[in-house]
């Protein structure tokens, strides 16, 4: 067999080249032309990205250029193209940044860590409105770690800032009065004892309770209550100086902080300056409400109260302001500690009084000064405290009406005082002219079903109505008066008779002794006093006396101790007389062996009288 074997040999030499020129072209190609073109493919769907891309990207030069933005981060900046914004803005910093220096604190991270995350800042778009943004971002360098720019992407956060914003807001304020609420009070506070350490000087909290808020709210209802927090918040602006904070931490009490005080009296200026201001009537509706406020002062000269004593020692202060008069302020001092926890320890124990039968009922006879006869008698509520003895009202009603007590309690004494007083009358059948006089407090006046409940009261105990006189005081009178009106209206057709109490006190105004249907008039203690050695006392009572007289009014004068006062009160032409130099209150047994009682004194006295 003839095998051309140079033949073979040159043709396998020509394939195994031709195979291997192949493989080394494709060798070739995909060495040389494949990088160029995935490239410039890669490049160009990157290039689509960051130009489509929702979020703003960039790359900027340590000193603060762009060297290229997306058209997203110029559509975030409020600039028509990418190129817009690349020409507007030369320096990041200045004209970008709310405040500049936040883009150094960007920088320094950078340069430090070599990225920024989630970094927040406020920046101006071109229109010149202000976005928050949100920025992440790294630094490039080269392989000998020299810097060679930034890149990063931005976001727009301003929705979540505002919503953070809001509920940051929101907790830290009173949604009403939009004063800032306990919280912030609180922190600015530590601030300010902080602050006041250090500059030595002075600074006072202010707490500010309404008076008879709860009277506005319970008969005018909400929204009449809510008018009035508002108007009072806009008022303590005005009282106060411009950096002063005010805090609605109640329903009805605001604290106020002053600060970088010299002295003291600057804080009891503007004590006073609230007082003032809050003096003329509220437009509520179609009516006007009065309104006043205690306050509390604590005050600290050098910053060494802490802040938490500072708040309750102004609240304690407010306590004793409160148990002076209406409309007035107290300085704290340590003692009124011990009566803030004294006023807990009644709160606590007065919620059990009733129920445990530690209320009692003393009496005072109201004697006739022609006669010197007995015509009824006040019940006067006491509290028969199991470890401090005999509790005068004084020191308890007023917590009974802040509380709400006042109205069980009320309720209780009214029908005790009924049915002692037709006890007696049936033990008396001679004198069935005798009343008995009960009070009634305001609390007990807001009381829808009052009318209804006194006519219970009656129909159980059976004493005919015009044996009873309710005593009230001109504070009843300040909210709704209508509807009070109304109910007195309704009492006294009843056949119920009707007193102002403490009349010449407080509010009294000689106005309401005519719109009102009273029956009798009770002159104040105070007003008695003064009756003896003050001559302008002496004309005002004159002038009531005139008054009362025309209306047919009772007069009583109240708190009579001497003679001189029930003779100067007799001849002004006081018929009544209610005090110690007749008789203490007693408690009913003691008091129906009274020679008032029996009726034995009416000629002693007389004697007396006559010497
Ligand atoms: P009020 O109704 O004006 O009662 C007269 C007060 O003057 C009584 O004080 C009485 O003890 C006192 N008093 C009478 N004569 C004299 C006197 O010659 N000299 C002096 N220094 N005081 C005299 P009390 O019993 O302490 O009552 C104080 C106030 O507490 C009462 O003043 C009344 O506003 C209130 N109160 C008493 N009981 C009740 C009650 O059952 N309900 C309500 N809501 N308030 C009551
Ligand atoms: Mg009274
Ligand atoms: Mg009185």
Redesign the pocket.
Same mark, same amino acid.
């Given at each position: 067999m003839a095998f051309n074997l140079p033949l073979i040999a040159l043709i396998g030499a020509t394939l195994f080249f031709y195979f291997r020129e192949a493989r080394l072209r494709r060798q070739l190609q995909f060495a040389l032309k494949s990088p160029y073109a995935e490239k410039r493919q890669s490049d160009e769907r990157f290039h689509s990205i960051v130009e489509n891309a929702v979020e703003g990207i960039f790359q900027s030069t340590p000193d603060g250029r762009y060297l290229h933005v997306n058209p997203a981060l110029a559509r975030l900046y409020g600039y028509e193209t990418a190129q817009d914004l690349k020409s507007n803005l030369h320096n990041i910093a200045k004209d970008l940044y709310v405040a500049p220096n936040r883009r150094s604190e960007f920088q320094t991270l950078l340069q430090e860590q070599d990225f920024v995350r989630d970094f927040e800042s406020q920046v101006y778009q071109k229109s010149g409105s202000i976005i928050w943004i949100m920025e992440n971002a790294r630094a490039v360098r080269d392989s000998q770690g020299e810097l060679l720019y930034y890149e990063g992407s931005v976001i727009d956060i301003t929705q979540r800032k505002n919503a953070e914003e809001r509920l940051v807001y929101q907790a830290l304020h009173d949604s009403l009065t939009a004063l800032p609420n306990r919280l912030l009070f609180e922190d600015r506070l530590h601030q300010a004892v902080l602050r006041s350490k250090r500059d030595t000087l002075g600074l006072a909290v202010l707490f500010v309770d309404l008076d008879d808020f709860k009277l506005v709210n319970d008969s005018m209802g909400h929204e009449a209550g809510d008018t009035l927090l508002r108007v009072i918040a806009e008022r303590l602006r005005n009282a106060v100086r411009e950096e002063d904070t005010i805090a609605r931490i109640g329903g009805d009490e605001f604290i106020v902080l002053l600060e970088r005080l010299k002295e003291v009296h600057e804080a009891t200026e503007i004590a006073e300056r609230i007082v003032t201001e809050l003096q003329p009537p509220i437009p509520i509706g179609e009516r006007e409400v009065f309104t006043s406020a205690s306050i509390g002062i604590a005050y600290s000269a050098d910053g060494l109260h802490r802040a938490e004593s500072l708040l309750r020692d102004s609240d304690a202060a407010m306590y004793q302001a409160k148990t002076r008069q209406k409309a007035s302020y107290a300085l704290f001092n340590p003692e009124m500690n011990t009566k803030l926890v004294e006023r807990l320890e009644i709160e606590t124990g007065l919620r059990f009084a009733l129920e445990r039968g530690e209320l009692r009922?003393?009496y005072?006879p109201l004697i006739e000064l022609e006669n010197n006869v007995m015509s009824g008698v006040?019940?006067?509520?006491?509290w028969e405290h199991p470890a401090q003895g005999l509790i005068?009202?004084?020191k308890f009603?007023q917590i009974?009406?802040d509380t709400g007590l006042?109205v069980p309690?009320?309720y209780w004494?009214?029908e005790e005082?009924c049915r002692q007083m037709q006890e007696w009358r049936a033990e008396r059948p001679d004198n069935p002219l005798m009343t008995i006089?009960?009070?009634?407090?305001g609390? *007990?006046l807001q009381c829808e079903d009052i009318v209804a409940q006194v006519a219970e009261i009656l129909d159980k105990t059976q004493l005919p109505p015009t044996a009873l006189k309710l005593?009230i005081?001109e504070s009843v009178m300040m909210t709704d008066f209508d509807t009070t009106l109304a109910k007195l209206n309704a009492l006294k057709a009843m056949g119920v008779k009707l007193a102002m109490?403490?009349f010449g006190t407080g509010y009294s105004s000689i106005a309401s002794l005519s719109t009102l249907p009273l029956d009798t008039v009770?002159i104040?203690?105070a007003f008695v006093n003064r009756l003896t050695d003050h001559k302008e006392t002496h004309s005002a009572l004159e002038a009531i006396m005139t008054l009362s007289k025309a209306l047919k009014l009772n007069v009583t004068g109240?708190?009579?101790?001497t003679n001189q006062q029930r003779r100067s009160l007799q001849d002004l032409g006081c018929h009544v007389g *209610?005090?110690?130099?007749f008789a203490?209150?007693l408690p009913a047994a003691a008091l129906s062996e009274h020679p008032y009682f029996t009726g034995v004194v009416m000629e002693r006295s007389d004697e007396r009288r006559a010497a």
């Open positions: 009922l003393h005072q006040e019940a006067l509520l006491r005068p009202p004084g009603i009974a009406e006042i309690i009320g004494v009214l005082a006089n009960v009070n009634l407090s609390k *007990q005593e005081t109490d403490d009770k104040d203690r109240e708190g009579i101790e *209610q005090g110690y130099l203490k209150p």
